[in-house]
């Protein structure tokens, strides 16, 4: 049985409208990274909400790690074991200094204090905030808060962390610093979950998602779903740019034994054809 | 122009007020200002003074910050003492018309003075030195025996946490939403109070839609970090009393006993 098991789940957040998910079913392993995609209300954050029992399903079950979601019993353990990330860092720190922040998660868990300083601390280390422990968090960049609130998960000691589109408020070097900690925490064996607009940060995954009208269109590792450019495009998603330009030069009769998902790939195949 | 705005009086420094116990700090300054409307002649009041002066000494806060409290309420200082001045009792010294000035009455203005001075000073002292997130803390600690009265401590707490933190993140959006509406021709600099005043509310709606979406999202984030309410809640900060609080805490029997021995043996003076 996979570690998460989404099944048959329909959902809808008003009775009379029409279901954000519709009979979705999605398997994620331990230590898994899987990336999830699909354009603006397709459901993708209505599904990460789901694998923390933030929201309940309607319809099938969400099953994390053998528990039931809609066990309210198990509520919290869940929560506990499914961090969830959102995208607005400056909505998710709660203190005014940075270590308090972290501490808020252990705090809630009833996590004995010597317990709590040492989780804290190794939170901050691991995603490389620990200098900045006495600051606030206003006079933080997006980039460090972001990765203050992944802290603030770590410290509950999750098996898996949900992402909902971290990035998509920060600069291209907060963007790199948030993506640079996610890599790590898949290194140290936690289950991730990332929802993303950016390509480039999809292809990094061990597998891609992609959503469309709250289900799900296609899933494989990136090479195989971003290889499917038509698909992709008449869904109105984008593809990776390296993928993008090689679709297009296929156009005008170049041929490529499979499609490159980043520049390096890119440039490489090139010179193999200009030489 | 909002940037300016300081949060609270927080100071920091490395003086020994700064590094003593919170919970300390307010229990002692409560026990002052009593002390200092316990006093009832000039060799009591002269003590709690000395003792407040030796505080404020010990603070490491530069002298110009407590003259900027006083200078808020300097108008009060000079109001009642004149008012007291001519309250007094017994043969008058000067007389013109119905007032009358007496030696009691000069002896109360004094009193009234040198007290609000003395209240004003130390608990300035306590604003300077302790950050509002330990004076929060703090507050949360001393206020959990009042849970049998069924006062929802850690709620009050956890409202005042979220409110300082949240406080610098608002300024800067409405510094936001200033310059957007102005970028749109919006003018709040021009006219008199009250059209300055309409001015602000384009900017004050923006900013309640935007603070009410803050908080969806912060209740969110509280949820998904397993917050339940302050049952089953611990903290990472141990509290603990030190030496230099027990230190603090015998200063301020001594001053009370010296008060009492002095309010006995000496005349009242009012």
């Known amino acids: ?144 808060k972001q990765r203050v609130a992944i802290a603030g998960i770590l410290a509950m000691q999750p098996t898996c962390v949900v992402f909902d589109e971290p990035t998509a ?63 992709l495009k008449k869904h109105s998603l984008d593809v990776p740019q390296a993928t993008e330009l090689a679709y297009k030069l296929l156009g005008i009769g170049l041929k490529f034994d499979e499609m490159p998902l980043n520049t390096d790939e890119c440039v490489d195949y090139l010179e193999g054809v200009l030489k | 122009m909002t940037r300016d705005i300081a949060l609270g009086q927080f100071i920091p420094g490395k003086g020994v007020i700064h590094k003593m116990d919170a919970r300390v700090k307010i229990l002692l300054l409560i026990a002052f200002i009593v002390l200092i409307f316990c006093t009832f002649n000039f060799i009591s009041l002269g003590l709690i003074t000395a003792s407040v002066v030796a505080v404020i000494l010990l603070s490491d806060i530069p002298f110009k910050m407590y003259l900027k409290s006083l200078k808020v309420i300097i108008l009060i200082i000079v109001i009642t003492s004149l008012l007291n001045i001519f309250y007094g009792s017994g043969e008058p010294l000067v007389q013109f018309w119905i007032f009358k000035i007496t030696l009691s009455g000069i002896y109360r203005a004094v009193f009234v003075t040198v007290r609000i001075v003395c209240l004003i000073l130390i608990s300035s002292c306590l604003t300077f030195t302790t950050s509002p997130t330990d004076l929060t803390d703090a507050i949360e600690r001393l206020m959990k025996p009042l849970k049998i009265f069924h006062i929802k401590v850690h709620e009050i707490a956890m409202m005042m946490t979220i409110a300082l933190r949240f406080v610098p993140t608002l300024l800067e959006e409405t510094d936001k939403i200033m310059a957007a509406q102005k970028a749109r021709g919006a003018d709040m600099e021009s006219g008199g109070m009250i059209k300055k005043i309409k001015a602000m509310t384009p900017v004050l709606i923006p900013l309640f839609v935007s603070a009410f979406r803050r908080a969806y999202d912060l209740a969110v984030a509280m949820e998904c970090r397993c917050y339940q309410g302050g049952d089953g809640r611990t903290r990472m900060k141990i509290l603990k009393m030190k030496k230099l609080d027990w230190f603090c805490v015998a200063f301020t029997a001594l001053v009370l006993i010296g008060v009492i021995l002095c309010n006995i043996f000496f005349p009242a003076a009012i």
């Open chain 1, 169 to 231: 408020m920060l600069d291209p070097n907060g963007r790199e610093e948030v993506m640079n900690t996610i890599l790590t925490l898949k290194q140290n064996g936690i289950t991730v979950v990332l929802i993303t607009h950016y390509m480039n940060e999809a292809v990094m995954a061990d597998r891609v998602i992609v959503m469309d009208k709250g289900v799900v269109l296609t899933e494989g590792n990136p090479r195989e779903v971003f290889s499917q450019v038509n698909l």
């Open chain 1, 1 to 144: 049985m996979s570690f998460i098991s989404v099944e048959n789940v329909k959902f809808s957040y008003d009775e009379d409208k029409k279901n954000v998910l519709n009979d979705i079913n999605l398997k994620i392993e331990q230590g898994e990274f899987v990336a999830l995609l699909g354009h603006n209300g397709c459901g993708k954050s209505t599904a990460a909400k789901l694998l923390n029992a933030m929201i309940l399903p309607d319809e099938g079950v969400v099953i994390v790690d053998k528990m039931n979601t809609s066990d309210e019993k198990l509520t919290y353990e869940i929560r506990r074991n499914v961090g969830l990330v959102l995208q607005n860092p400056d909505n998710q720190l709660v203190a005014s200094v940075i270590e308090e922040d972290v501490a808020f998660g252990p705090e809630n868990l009833g996590v004995p204090p010597e317990e709590i300083r040492e989780r804290v601390d190794r939170a901050l280390k691991t995603v490389d905030m620990y200098e900045y422990r006495k600051h606030a968090p206003h006079k933080l960049s997006g980039g460090q």
